[in-house]
Nanobody, 119 residues
């Protein structure tokens, strides 16, 4: 019904920036929410940024002031600045979309993108 495709991961030196994209396609009626998670080896998955349909955003304390989430139509971006080696992880988007005017929702994940920050 809906697909989320991530892009934009890669390797960067500490202090650098990257932008991740999560593009939604399919039977989308309206955007509801988008969360960005990350998981480093041997660590639990961590919610780093979230956006709601009214534009409200929230960030984990570990990324506040460095990461920013934005949306342009059916693509949600995670702008990552002042990257640190501890930001190294697989980043995954989790989105929820309305499929129709009756409130039917779809929730799913992108495929994940590796972000590696070197010191």
């Amino acid at each position: 019904q809906v697909q989320l495709v991530e892009s934009g991961g890669g390797s960067v030196q500490g202090g650098g920036s990257l932008r991740l994209s999560c593009a939604a396609s399919g039977s989308i009626f309206r955007f509801n929410t988008m969360d960005w998670y990350r998981q480093a080896p041997d660590n639990q998955r961590e919610l780093v940024a979230a956006m709601t349909s009214d534009g409200n955003t929230n960030y984990a304390d570990s990324v506040k002031g460095r990461f920013f989430i934005s949306r342009d139509n059916n693509t949600v971006y995670l702008h990552m600045t002042s990257l640190k080696p501890e930001d190294t992880a697989v980043y995954s988007c989790n989105g929820e979309y309305y499929l129709d005017m009756f409130g039917t929702t779809w929730n799913g994940w992108g495929q994940g993108a590796q972000v590696t920050v070197s010191s």
